[in-house]
């Protein structure tokens, strides 16, 4: 199955996502965690990045675009993945599906994690990462509202956008997830 997982930070994805790939034996691949590594690690990449994330903006596109196209070339890849924090942006999904449509994988769902603004302050603020300051949490809510919504509808238009609801426990937020993922053909 390949997937693309989308919602706003502090929606709770990471947590879903690490279940989600266990049951469905998919690739897990989070442009976050990419993008910390390359950055603890000091690659040209990571200190590229670096300016953009501590100040909660989105890495350039051509950036992120390139180290999705090489991981999507890896072998894990083949039987499923799950895409988490990519695209952020309309062009960002117009470069997948053109790599998808080159390659004939089209994806099969794009599953979108719903939680109301102020929840997802509340839950950011307590989290204490050290992108989570109040000025860069707002910063990367603004980024996801400007830059990332306007994704829901470009996947909801060719029919693949499926939504449910972010709050409650982890475990019936999983149900809801899977009880969609169940009933694709
Ligand atoms: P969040 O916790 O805000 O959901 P992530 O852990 O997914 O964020 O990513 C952390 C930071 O990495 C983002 O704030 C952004 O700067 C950068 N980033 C991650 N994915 C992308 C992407 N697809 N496009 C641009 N920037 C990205």
Do not use: W
């Not at 809510?141 to 509808?153: D, H, I, M, S």
Request: contains cysteine; hydrophobic residues 40%.
């Amino acid at each position: 199955m390949r997937i693309v997982f989308i919602g706003p930070p502090g929606a709770g994805k990471g947590t879903q996502a690490e279940r989600l790939v266990e049951t469905y034996h998919m690739a897990h691949l989070s442009t976050g965690d990419m993008l910390r590594a390359a950055r603890d690690a000091k690659t040209e990449v990571g200190q590229k990045a670096e300016k953009y994330m501590s100040a909660g903006e989105l890495v350039p596109d051509d950036i992120i675009v390139a180290i999705i196209a090489e991981r999507l070339r890896q072998n894990d890849c083949r039987d499923g993945y799950l895409l988490d924090g990519f695209p952020r942006t309309i062009a960002q999904a117009e470069a997948l599906d053109k790599m998808l449509a080159e390659q004939g994988t089209p994806l099969d769902v794009v599953l979108e994690l719903k939680v109301p603004e102020e929840e997802l302050f509340r839950r950011l603020a307590g989290r204490g990462r050290a992108d989570d300051t109040p000025e860069v949490i707002r910063q990367r809510l603004v980024a996801y509202r400007k830059q990332t919504e306007p994704l829901l509808e470009y996947y909801g238009r060719c029919g693949l956008l499926k939504s449910i609801d972010g709050l409650g426990a982890v475990e019936e937020i999983f149900d809801r997830a899977q009880t969609v993922l169940d009933r694709l053909d």
